[in-house]
């Protein structure tokens, strides 16, 4: 059984992308089989793994929009068990040429359906908007892993995330769950990081991770040599707490089952 998790949140610089990253290659590092899915056009996860835009001759536009299988557009990575499909900036195209297209909302799903069988895990790194780009990933996808970042103002815009979470339920997914919230960039030196992780628990209660990921510079260093943090530095508090969180994830759908 395969699972698609969307990692959203309108805000950008919540840690969306260094989840993705991270969290899809500590599962691969854990023995799954994992594609990670880079579907925001800045292509930060695509050059975070390593991955030369320059050398790219398909990319998720191209899945999207020239209906290129998914398999063709697959790049292997520095970890073992974990593929990409790489974003480029054409892809700031998609969101104006999906329009006029039918049934423009389920290009991924559709696409992701050919390739989701090879995979224990398929993660999508969606772009900070709500765009057509992040339905069509909420749309593909089984579950919306939210990261949020602990700082003031951490719940503002979540209704809006929210609200459209719901209404991808009511048209275009009946079975899109919430896969879990997670606190990021944690300074524990100060208290509104308890503050805020109190409120959060408050409103999504049993979902928020027990794994919360603190600020940590070896994190923030990763991708400029475009390494997830589990092979730049290993024993890094970074490494700890994804590979934590990578077990958290894998330990709740165990528990689904
Ligand atoms: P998003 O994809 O939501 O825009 P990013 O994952 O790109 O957010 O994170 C925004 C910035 O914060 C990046 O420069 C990233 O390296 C840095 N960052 C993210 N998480 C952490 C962390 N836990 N500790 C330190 N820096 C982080
Ligand atoms: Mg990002």
Redesign the pocket.
């Known amino acids: 059984m395969s699972k698609i998790i969307a990692?959203a949140?309108q805000?950008?610089?919540?840690?969306?992308?260094?989840?993705?990253?991270n969290l899809a290659a500590c599962l691969a590092s854990l023995g799954r089989k994992v594609l990670l899915v880079d579907i925001?056009p800045?292509g930060?996860?695509t050059s975070?793994l390593g991955i030369n835009k320059g050398d790219v001759t398909n990319c998720i536009y191209d899945v999207l929009i020239n209906d290129v299988h998914p398999k063709d557009a697959m790049f292997e990575t520095t970890v073992p068990g974990l593929k990409i499909i790489p974003a480029t900036i054409q892809l700031a195209g998609a969101e104006i040429e999906l329009v006029p297209t039918i049934s423009r909302e389920l290009r991924l799903k559709k696409s992701l359906h050919l390739v989701k069988d090879d995979f224990d895990y398929v993660l999508i790194?969606c772009p900070?908007s709500l765009g057509i780009l992040t339905i069509n990933s909420l749309t593909a996808a089984d579950s919306v892993l939210i990261?949020i970042?602990c700082e003031y103002y951490a719940l503002e815009g979540l209704s809006q995330l929210l609200n459209t979470v719901r209404l991808v339920q009511k048209h275009l997914n009946t079975s899109l769950q919430i896969e879990g919230v997670l606190l990021?960039?944690?300074d524990a030196r100060t208290n509104l990081g308890i503050q805020v992780i109190e409120e959060v628990k408050k409103y999504f209660q049993q979902k928020v991770y027990q794994t919360i990921?603190?600020?940590?510079?070896?994190?923030?260093?990763?991708?400029s040599h475009g390494q997830a943090i589990i092979t730049y530095d290993p024993r890094s508090k970074?490494a700890e707490?994804y590979t934590e969180l990578a077990k958290e994830v894998i330990m709740y759908e165990q528990a689904a089952r």
């Open positions: 990692i949140n805000k950008g610089g919540v840690g969306k992308t260094t989840t993705s990253v925001d800045q930060n996860t975070g790194d900070p990261p970042q990021t960039m944690l990921i603190p600020r940590n510079v070896r994190l923030s260093e990763a991708p970074g707490v």
